[in-house]
């Protein structure tokens, strides 16, 4: 259960630092920090047993059918990604609640946040790959709404769509690949994947599977060609930016890289595609990242340099790389969240974070330039600090890398990547922090309260303690965290300030006094690079979505031109391809069943069935007889299904028929009496064809059924409906318990095509609509007596009766027909009939009943009896019955499945009743009456009678 607190107590969080704003800021912080400390402090107790080299699970079915489980782990991977992402959440939540200002809505950062961190600790938790894609595509929505959450901001807007855009194709392409592999290794579930290594290599689908889950993990990780979102996210507060950057999204590419590295690691395929990459976005983005005049901007090109390090090392596909990797993550979560909040600071205190108006401000902020020159001299990779040590180690690992064939391409680029490093880093600490001081800021510079400065210093303090004594701060650590992700032993390697005079050491000395050279001629590197003609990828982005977007208009406007005529003829006709291209294209031979002779009342019933259904399509024009004709078409299928011994479905049927004569009656009353003629002869040529050929299709299909031997699931519902769910009415326990699910949906959905109803009513109440509904002139004359006397008198005798009838129907639904669908339509058609007989007026003065609530509380009862299966360690929805015994009464059965069917019956009356008591109000206003407290309009007991105009009375 702990691990399922660790993963939703963020989400909890969410919620409560929401609601939590009405007590104030303070509160809200303090809500959202203490919910990231409880989480940590949760996973932090699993540490002892992963540290001794053991595997914490949780496994919960949820739809094992499907192989999604709600499965989690936590080994040495999991508890360092999961360590990062709630240490230094933590650490942001501290630091925004003094970056934002009172104009920023506290409770909606810290909700989006928590969202986020729910969904990061998700993916690396997962231990089922379904499961794990749920979690990924959390991960973008939430940053899409952490990078829009200055949605004021054009910038904004467009960074998060962007960031939307990369990272949910790549998620696409990631469940692609994921079901693959799941297919490979026969299980959804991580650690039988993981173990599945040498059969997936083998297997043909290897390469498709590798390339869709790379897709997935370079698009979210910004890997080259994908590297162009991630700068553009910075236009998110600084906060986001440094959670976004150094722990959680851009990391999650990389968590899944290190996560599969033993069931996908090892091959030609892996090495080239992944070190390629990584090489590429490690010495692009740093190229990059040294001419960005904007604090941020900077920093968002060295966070994907160092990310493709990082991809590049798991590329190598060596053990020895693989810990290097794992100890640069450490690293550089590190000092890049340090770094990301000193930039923040600096804009917050200095008014800019542009480069150009800046330097001098290690004298005006001393405790802020000294944690970022600490933490930009790590990121250089300087002696002392945590950045060199991982340097010098990703620098051996490359300096005896081959790559096709050449032994010097890797050192020489990584080399150059580095190089690159160092210039940018010196460049962030020399142009900000150091110089002289200027009088031209936008505010007067000055450190800022400690809540604010207190996070990047405890980051610096790990920077340096890790630089100094890397064996015993991290050490541990790396080791465990590298065990998990080489999946076997570890390599003999050291963590160390000294290695010897290595090829490495070389290396390293050449990359920081060549970047401290570019940076010396840093004005006339720029220069050069402004001299050649360069793609630039925001632009080339906008173009094709541009593009896409004008193909996406002309293909919607050519295909969605509002005919639903057109809509039908092609969905029709490519319904017609498929199916008689299955069925030319295979040979089948006749059934061997034969026919049952046909009973003369049958034939009858069908030769209405065929002549209302004709007469529909003859007189569709005509819109009442039409109706009528349907109505005759639903009462023989009612009829058939009584022949058939299916009272259920009798019963649902013609109470079905009833209630929707009736609604449909009442919307009629506001449509012309007859259709416009609207299609030429051809299109009913067309339209025509097409219909044959469908129902000839639908025909033969159903004959060669129903001529065939085939197996039923009806043997298993009729052998389990008793032992299983209590009943002996089969339809009723398949709706309540075996397909309760769907029956729950179907439910749903009523509900809310309900509310849809009583929204597009309503409409028509106000504004232009409202003014249209008040000048409606009527075809024909209304009727005087609009409640006659017979209606009003045999509607009250008949509603106690069609009361208890409905009752009765609802009791005996489990082991008779009926049931809780069937009892709701004839309720509901009870309380019409009041409606019908003695007007709107008269009947919500007694009917005091709230038609949202009741599709709401029907849909709730509904599913807390699902949930409360659940308090009984059973599949959601499952019902329990027993056996009592009482005096008088006897024994008798009580089953949960009559909560359930309580919530049906609920929602339906509710949802017939809302459409009623709406589409009666619109009469009223068309017909401008005013609302009558009398049962009926000619009442022999007042005084007077003759009726009153009808424009008085409703």
């Not at 945590?386 to 010097?408: C, P, R, V, Y």
């Not at 940076?519 to 590197?525: I, K, S």
């Not at 541009?546 to 031109?561: D, E, I, P, S, Y």
Request: proline share 5%.
């Amino acid at each position: 259960m702990s691990l399922l607190l660790i993963v939703l107590l963020p989400f909890i969080g969410a919620i409560f630092a929401a609601l939590s704003i009405r007590a104030g800021r303070n509160a809200c912080s303090i809500a959202a920090l203490a919910t990231t400390l409880t989480s940590l402090t949760l996973l932090l107790t699993h540490a002892p047993a992963v540290f001794r080299g053991e595997v914490v699970t949780a496994r919960y079915e949820w739809l094992p059918a499907l192989g999604l489980n709600v499965n989690f782990f936590i080994d040495g991977l999991g508890l360092f990604f999961a360590g990062l992402i709630l240490g230094i959440g933590a650490l942001i939540i501290i630091y925004a609640r003094a970056y934002l200002s009172k104009d920023d809505p506290m409770g909606r950062f810290m909700a989006y946040l928590l969202l986020f961190q729910g969904a990061m600790v998700g993916i690396v938790l997962s231990d089922n790959i379904l499961l794990l894609l749920v979690f990924w595509e959390l991960t973008s929505l939430s940053s899409f709404l952490l990078i829009g959450y200055w949605n004021h901001l054009p910038e904004g807007r467009q960074g998060a769509r962007m960031a939307l855009a990369v990272t949910g194709a790549g998620g696409l392409s990631l469940i692609g690949g994921m079901l693959i592999l799941g297919n490979i290794a026969g299980s959804y579930d991580l650690t039988v994947i993981l173990e599945s290594g040498e059969a997936i290599r083998q297997s043909p689908m290897y390469l498709p599977a590798l390339l869709l889950i790379l897709g997935g993990c370079f698009t979210k990780s910004a890997q080259f060609p994908f590297h162009f979102w991630l700068p553009h996210a910075m236009a998110a507060p600084t906060p986001v930016s440094a959670y976004l950057h150094s722990a959680t999204m851009v990391k999650a590419g990389i968590f899944l890289m290190a996560r599969l590295w033993p069931a996908l690691a090892g091959t030609e395929e892996w090495f080239y595609l992944v070190t390629t990459a990584g090489l590429a976005t490690m010495v692009i983005a740093a190229w990059i990242a040294l001419f960005k005049d904007d604090l941020k901007g900077l920093l968002a090109f060295s966070t994907v340099s160092h990310l493709g390090l990082i991809t590049m090392l798991l590329g190598f596909g060596t053990p020895m790389a693989a810990v290097v990797a794992v100890f640069h993550i450490l690293n550089h979560a590190t000092f890049k969240a340090a770094l990301f909040m000193t930039a923040g600071i600096v804009d917050h205190e200095a008014g800019t974070r542009d480069i150009k108006r800046l330097g001098g401000l290690l004298f005006l902020m001393p405790i802020t330039g000294t944690i970022a020159m600490v933490t930009a001299a790590s990121m250089a990779g300087l002696p002392l600090l945590n950045g060199f040590l991982s340097k010098e180690m990703m620098l051996e690992e490359a300096s005896h890398t081959i790559w096709l064939g050449q032994d010097w391409v890797v050192p020489v680029l990584a080399t150059l990547g580095a190089l690159f490093s160092v210039a940018y880093s010196f460049r962030y600490i020399f142009h900000t922090f150091l110089g002289e001081q200027r009088h031209d800021y936008p505010h007067h510079p000055h450190d800022p309260p400690f809540l604010m400065w207190a996070p990047p210093a405890l980051l610096a303090v790990l920077v340096v303690l890790i630089g100094i004594l890397p064996a015993i701060v991290a050490g541990p650590l790396v080791a465990t965290v590298s065990a998990a992700v080489i999946g076997g032993p570890l390599p003999d390697y050291k963590l160390a300030l000294w290695h010897g005079f290595t090829p490495a050491l070389l290396m390293s000395v050449i990359a920081v006094a060549g970047g401290a050279l570019l940076l010396w001629r840093h004005a006339t590197a720029k220069a050069i690079r402004e001299s050649v003609p360069r793609p630039e990828a925001k632009t080339i982005f906008e173009t094709a979505i541009g593009v896409l977007v004008t193909l996406a208009g002309q293909v919607t406007n050519r295909l969605q031109n509002g005919s639903l005529q057109g809509y039908l003829a092609w969905l029709v006709g490519a319904a017609l391809v498929v199916g008689y291209a299955g069925y030319f294209g295979t040979t089948s031979a006749p059934g061997g069943r034969p026919s049952l002779p046909a009973p003369p009342l049958a034939i009858v019933t069908w030769v209405l069935l065929v002549a209302a259904s004709i007469g529909v399509v003859a007189m569709h024009r005509q819109r009442l007889f039409t109706l009528l004709l349907v109505s005759v078409v639903g009462l023989i299928v009612s009829l058939g299904f009584l022949y058939f011994s299916a009272p259920d479905l009798a019963l649902t049927q013609i109470s079905v028929e009833v209630a929707t004569v009736i609604l449909m009656l009442l919307a009629l009353n506001f449509l012309p009496k007859a259709t416009p003629a609207e299609s030429s002869m051809p299109r009913k040529a067309r339209d025509g064809v097409l219909a044959g050929l469908a129902g000839l299709g639908v025909g033969g299909a159903v004959w060669a059924v129903m001529t065939r031997d085939f197996e039923t699931i009806s043997g298993y519902f009729l052998e389990n409906s008793k032992t299983g769910g209590g009943g002996t009415n089969v339809v009723n326990v398949i709706l309540v318990d075996f397909r309760g699910f769907d029956t729950f949906g179907e439910i749903t959905v009523l509900g809310i095509a309900a509310l849809v109803i009583f929204a597009l009513l309503d409409s028509a109440m106000h504004g232009e609509c409202r003014r249209k509904l008040m000048s409606w002139q009527f075809e024909t004359a209304r009727a005087a007596d609009r409640h006659p006397l017979m209606m009003v008198v045999v509607a009250r005798v008949m509603l106690p009766l069609a009361l208890m009838v409905g009752v009765y129907i609802f009791l005996r639904g489990h082991n008779e027909p009926g049931g809780g669908f069937i009892a709701g339509l004839v309720v509901a058609i009870a309380l019409i009939m009041q409606y019908m007989a003695s007007g709107l007026g008269w009947a919500t003065q007694r009917i005091r009943i709230d038609y949202h609530a009741t599709i709401g509380l029907g849909v709730l009862i509904a599913a807390l009896t699902g949930v409360g299966a659940w308090l009984a360690d059973r599949p959601f929805l499952t019902s329990d019955f027993g056996y009592f015994t009482l005096p008088l009464v006897g024994t008798f059965e009580l089953a949960t499945a009559m909560l359930f069917d309580t919530g049906v019956f609920l929602t339906v009356v509710g949802a017939v009743m809302l459409a009623l008591a709406n589409l009666s109000r619109i009469g009223m206003k068309a017909e401008h009456l005013t609302v009558s407290r009398e049962p009926m309009d000619l009442d022999p007991s007042r005084d007077g009678t003759a009726a009153k105009p009808a424009g008085q009375e409703g």
